[in-house]
């Protein structure tokens, strides 16, 4: 990789690093809410061992699975993920023993700490890096469970250890508050780690499927065409295959109806379309 392209990549790693660092000390700690993962369990771990500080257990927890990591993803995410997790370490204890910020109200805490620190793990995942824990456990997950999104991943990770804070200090509501702000975390992964518009696929079935397609092309969509038998009819049948953005998805809609009202239309969400018209592939794995 060009030295230039390196270093924006460490430079937005490193900005990543200072928002997930800023919306943990800000908006998470204060409220008394956990951010999951290891940093959570560190959370914990602080709370009765308060000498030790947070970012340092964090560190510290991450090495088993760093471990893990390099056997299952390669060098390249490792590399990365070890200086995000210790950047962002040393920026939560730093962070921490210069300021110390105040309770807010625990509405504003979720919304804003869950973009704060959406944006900045998103960013980390987007530039092939974690900060360990539950990053680096759903990215490790993601590639037995194709069909889960990393934000998806790591919310149910994070809720898991959520429960698990609220046992231990026996705090039910904020608990749920802080299930509400890794909600809006995971979202926010997700929208920075696929995008503003991610895409849909639809599978079209009809008897119309030659003047459906024709239309398709001239929306400048891209069309694939399968071979399909209906299970009680046994008739011979062709499903349309198409990838669109969010955007599209009320003209194609428009369009199928007009030509043909009894199309059956069936249409998913697309974590990522890489290809001409969509995203393009990562080098670094991603």
Known sequence: MPAAKTLKRYGLITVACALYALGFNWFFVPNHFTVGGFTGVAQIINHFLPMLPVGTIALVLNIPLFILGWQKIGRDLLISSLYATAVSSLMIDVLSSIHTFSPMDPILACIYGGIVTGIGCGLLLHESATTGGTEMAARLLKLKFQGLSIGSLCLGLDVAVTIGYALCFRDMTRAMYGVVALYILSLLIDRVVYGPNASKVAYIISEQYEAITQKLLQLDRGVTLLAGKGAWSGQEKRIILCAFG?????????????????????VCDAHEVLGEGFGQYDPTGL
């Open 246 to 266: 969010r955007r599209h998805f009320i003209p194609i809609k428009k369009l199928v109806q007009s030509i043909d009202p009894d199309a059956f239309v069936i």
